[in-house]
Each structure stands twice: as structure tokens, then as C-alpha cells.
């Protein structure tokens, strides 16, 4: 009987633990609608092709081969529709109207993408930036197309 107890608590403490490190991991923060040709998602030190219905993370970096092109939907509604050869990072985001938590910050290295807004955009255009090597620009509701060599 002890030893079912004890079984028992290390099983709970056993799930606690994994559920504390899928939080610490973070949520997703968008998804891939339409992916065609090459497209990669590097994360944590490793590269996997993102399909449609593959998700994105804060930190991950996308970067799309040539002749191909893909389309992110994030929770909040914002669009990106990734060009060829394009190199861009989702630097940090949060959507948590409750909270009235928003941030917005994406890093296109190279490439071309086009950005639709969404609820954050509406909610708090201060906390949209989109970023290339050399300017920033902050959003303030719109849709645009951004291009860095």
C-alpha cells in the first residue's frame, strides 16, 4: 500500500514537472496556412519544414528557399505572406486582451513579406514593430509589403 502511495505522488509530481516545462517552452503563437516549395523553421538549434498547419513560436526563424512562399496567420488575426528567399524572426509577440498584453515584433532579415494587421494593430498600434537591417517601422494599422536585401 506504501508503495502505491509513494508510486503515486511520484507520477504527480512526475506530470507537474512536464507541464511546467511545456509552459516554460511557450505557446504558439501562429500557424502556417498556405506553404509551397521550401520553407524552414529553425528552432532551438535544429531545422524542420513547416507544412500547413505547422506553428511558430516566439524565437523561431523562417526562412523561405527560392521560388517559394508561405502564409502565417498569427492568434491575433495578423497576416504575413512570406516571399522567396526571405530570412525573417518572430522576435517576440503576445495577444492577451484580457491582461491588455500586446507585442508585436518581427525581423525580416532579407526577402519580402506582406503584413495585414490584426487585433493588435487595433488594440494597441504601439506594440507592432517590424524590423529590418537597417529601420524599424512601427505599425499603426495597415497592410504593407517590406523588403530587405
Known amino acids: 500500500m506504501k508503495r502505491l502511495k509513494l508510486t503515486s505522488l511520484l507520477a504527480a509530481v512526475g506530470v507537474f514537472v512536464l507541464a511546467g516545462a511545456a509552459h516554460a517552452a511557450g505557446e504558439s503563437v501562429a500557424t502556417f496556412n ?5 520553407i524552414g523553421i529553425a528552432r532551438n ?3 524542420m519544414n513547416a507544412v500547413s498547419g505547422s ?3 516566439v524565437s523561431d526563424r523562417i526562412v523561405s528557399g527560392a ?13 504575413l505572406t ?6 525573417i524572426q518572430v522576435r517576440d509577440y503576445a495577444f492577451e486582451p484580457k491582461q491588455a498584453k500586446f507585442e508585436f515584433f518581427v525581423y525580416l532579415a532579407r526577402g519580402a513579406a506582406v ?3 490584426g487585433m493588435i494593430a487595433k488594440l494597441s498600434p504601439e506594440s507592432v514593430k ?3 537591417p537597417t529601420a524599424t517601422i512601427g505599425v499603426r494599422g495597415t497592410r504593407f509589403i517590406i523588403e530587405a536585401d
Request: hydrophobic residues 30%.
Open 45 to 47: 538549434g535544429t531545422t
Open 67 to 79: 521560388g517559394s512562399s508561405a502564409g502565417i496567420v498569427f492568434k491575433d488575426g495578423t497576416q
Open 55 to 57: 506553428t511558430l513560436f
Open 130 to 132: 517590424v524590423a529590418t
Open 34 to 38: 498556405n506553404v509551397s516549395g521550401d
Open 115 to 117: 503584413y495585414s494587421s
Open 82 to 87: 512570406l516571399g522567396p528567399s526571405t530570412d
